[in-house]
């Protein structure tokens, strides 16, 4: 039976290609949409504070609109890499796909990571060219681009032949031309997805099935699952077997059958094959587990999840300036915190350690840990983190690691900076291309090549090139990375930074902190201009005499610091330091914080080696 009353698509772009800002279009024009009261006027979908002050969505939503009678589900996906793994999942909730790309960029890696997946899953697209208003816009290369990469992926004839919508999804306009003037508004995007994109073809006859595609955690409600109902009914209070990933079957009831309406998750007290439904009452279900008929248990083919790459240790602030900013300091705090990320965050993995208060949290990258001791901050969680580790495995008896495909655009006069740059780092140039003074490279580099590559990108393409990544796989080892060629300016003294002792400082390199700044022994307050660390007492004062110098009355003039993001400060420090994290404060400081300390712990190790 074809389900013609539904429609479930998924939108799939780049980070930064206006997806969330056509998801707000979509909605507001919609049949019987309304925004709440608090809510925001736009980015509707980035409910969550870092996805709205970061510009990317990094958290899979659902939400759906009416149009014609016909309710269109739509499940909007995050354009990093990093998050790639909720991206796979969701090719298997829904029927076809809105391909979002930029009108002047075209397609980038991620899009192509992403569109490869949705075209495996024999998904039809609907490409819609976004941002035609840009001045630099070039809407038909980018045409011509998205034809090639539909071809390089692997597209059958039915796929190729894919309809494009060109929009501004920021006026809430689209069309047929790539013509501002004869837009009004979404109304051709409307039409184009009930016209082309098919209808669940279901089974309400046959024993339930549903697949578990997402988590979520309700206050009320526990931890919900999400995903799409293949076949059968499911019902409020409704015995189910909960099929697990080791084959085990449990018997459960469930205690609230949820559909998505607009933006929010209505209680119903049935749904049919084909709704995306969320069911609440089983709390350890898992992304990628079955629910199905408790009288004839059939699983569906699992999810596979996306392994970890990075690994870093988090443990409980052991600072001199400990508990002074956060609510959440122990570390009962820190493993309850834990804990309950991983209840809907499949992709991490937390491993306790030979210490109480210290646990190995392994994600998909950079970008993935940060998200999350952002969040722990934000929360009021103190903690300290050491320096991010790549996985290494073993496979026919040799050392494998991550790589990633770097896809770099960069003006022409740049391109030596970065080729030397990459190679550094053990960079490995795939392709090459120039289209009049820009430049498009591709490069398989290894993951520990990237960590703290983006702001020395940033810095030598003057804040104009574009860099992007996508994991590729485990290779053979490829060898050591050149030393990190800068040292620490390392504090001495437990007090106040004071001006005297910071200009003294300052000219050993780059300061951190700035006067008038409580600061302890073993903190680092700037950057050695040379390798290895030099200690200096930033909290010296001048010592008050009855004589005078010459130049008594001048005034020191201090630099104004550099002051560290989170992923600054990651990316920095070595590995005998940690970066310790408070709501108010991120502040890098020594392992060991005392100079006596880390004599010791270097001559135990000379020892033992």
């Not at 909605?27 to 608090?38: W, Y």
Request: net charge negative; proline share 4%.
């Amino acid at each position: 039976m074809e389900r013609k009353d539904i429609k479930n698509i998924a939108i799939i772009a780049h980070v930064d290609h206006g997806k969330t800002t056509l998801v707000d279009s979509l909605l507001k024009q919609s049949e019987g949409f309304k925004v709440k009261n608090n809510a925001p006027a736009d980015l509707i979908m980035d409910s969550n504070e870092l996805e709205r002050e970061r510009g990317i969505t990094i958290f899979s939503k659902n939400a759906s609109v009416h149009y014609k009678d016909i309710k269109i589900n739509i499940v909007d996906t995050p354009g990093h890499a990093d998050f790639g793994g909720e991206v796979e999942r969701i090719m298997r909730m829904v029927d076809g796909v809105l391909l979002l790309v930029d009108a002047k960029e075209g397609p980038m890696p991620q899009t192509k990571f992403v569109l490869r997946k949705a075209i495996q899953a024999g998904h039809k697209a609907i490409v819609v060219i976004n941002k035609i208003d840009k001045p630099d816009a070039r809407p038909e290369w980018v045409v011509n681009s998205v034809y090639d990469l539909f071809i390089e992926l692997g597209a059958t004839d039915e796929q190729i032949e894919f309809p494009i919508i060109y929009a501004s999804a920021v006026q809430g306009k689209a069309g047929l031309k790539p013509d501002l003037s004869e837009m009004k508004n979404v109304e051709p995007l409307f039409n184009t997805i009930l016209s082309y994109i098919p209808s669940p073809v279901v089974d309400v006859s046959k024993p339930t099935q549903m697949l578990t595609v997402n988590l979520i955690y309700d206050n009320y409600k526990g931890k919900v699952a999400i995903g799409r109902l293949y076949s059968g009914k499911i019902k409020k209070g409704m015995t189910v077997a909960h099929i697990t990933r080791d084959a085990e079957i449990k018997k459960e009831q469930l205690s609230a059958v949820m559909l998505f309406d607009g933006l929010d998750r209505i209680d119903v007290n049935e749904a049919e094959a084909g709704d995306i439904v969320g069911i609440a009452g089983i709390p350890d279900i898992s992304i990628g587990e079955t629910i199905a008929d408790i009288q004839n248990p059939v699983a569906l083919p699992t999810i596979k999840i996306d392994e970890p790459t990075i690994k870093m240790t988090f443990g409980v602030n052991t600072s001199p300036f400990a508990g002074q900013d956060g609510a959440y300091t122990t570390s009962r705090n820190i493993k309850e915190r834990l804990e309950h990320e991983l209840e809907t965050d499949v992709a991490l993995s937390v491993t306790p350690t030979d210490s109480f208060d210290r646990w190995v949290v392994a994600g998909r990258g950079e970008l993935h840990l940060s998200i999350l001791i952002e969040k722990m901050r934000r929360e009021g969680y103190e903690l300290e983190v050491s320096k991010p580790q790549v996985i290494f495995k073993e496979g026919n008896g040799k050392k494998l690691e991550p790589m990633e495909l770097v896809s770099i655009e960069i003006p022409e006069n740049y391109s030596g900076t970065i080729i030397e740059m990459m190679g550094k780092r053990l960079g490995l140039m795939k392709d090459m291309k120039v289209d009049g003074n820009t430049v498009f490279m591709d490069f398989a580099v290894p993951t520990r090549g990237l960590i703290g590559i983006r702001n020395e990108f940033l810095t030598s393409t003057k804040g104009l090139g574009i860099m992007n990544s996508i994991f590729l796989g485990y290779e053979e080892y490829k060898g050591e990375l050149p030393e990190n060629e800068h040292g620490s300016i390392v504090n001495t003294e437990t007090g106040v930074t004071n001006n005297y002792g910071l200009v003294a400082a300052q000219g050993r390199g780059k300061l951190f902190v700035e006067a008038g700044l409580p600061a302890y022994e073993g903190m680092v307050v700037g950057m050695n201009a040379k390798s290895g660390d030099v200690l200096v007492n930033a909290c010296r004062t001048r010592e008050l005499t009855n004589f005078r110098a010459k130049n008594e009355g001048l005034q020191d003039q201090l630099e104004v610091p550099l002051k560290l993001t989170l992923e600054d400060a990651l990316n920095y420090i070595n590995d005998d330091e940690l970066v310790e994290i408070t709501p108010k404060n991120i502040r890098i400081r020594k392992m060991f914080l005392t100079e006596n300390e880390r004599k010791k712990h270097k001559r135990e190790n000379n020892n033992k080696e």
